[in-house]
């Protein structure tokens, strides 16, 4: 549903999806994708693209049917996110990497989740 919901956001104002990627620091597959349902975007992203959209993260949220912000469990993805930050036999690029393949896929399951529900 978020994907979809940016789709139409974008549509409304006549924003072409590549110039929505390049706007949003990300690339046009990873763009469609989001838009498809397909993968669901870090924080970070959304933010960029709501910035992008003119509209906050937090309307696109309530849009898209959350009645609050989903949270993941933080003391496990501390934990995590620690680990890989403090894995020094990783480059900086290759850690950010690595903390976005997690974000992202913390993220799907929530949308699927919230879906399931």
Not at 39 to 62: C, G, M, Q
Not at 83 to 94: C, D, F, V, Y
């Amino acid at each position: 549903m978020l994907g979809t919901l940016i789709r139409q956001q974008r549509e409304l104002i006549a924003l072409p999806m590549r110039e929505l990627a390049k706007a949003a620091g990300i690339s046009n597959p990873y763009l469609s994708q989001i838009e498809r349902g397909l993968r669901a975007p870090s924080d970070a992203v959304l933010e960029a693209i709501a910035e992008t959209l003119d509209v906050s993260t937090d309307e696109l949220y309530k849009r898209a049917g959350f009645v609050d912000r989903p949270q993941p469990d933080h003391d496990e993805s501390h934990v995590l996110s620690a680990a890989i930050q403090a894995a020094s036999e990783l480059t900086a690029p290759q850690r950010r990497a690595m903390l976005e393949i997690y974000r992202g896929f913390l993220d799907a399951n929530m949308v699927r989740r919230s879906r399931d529900e």
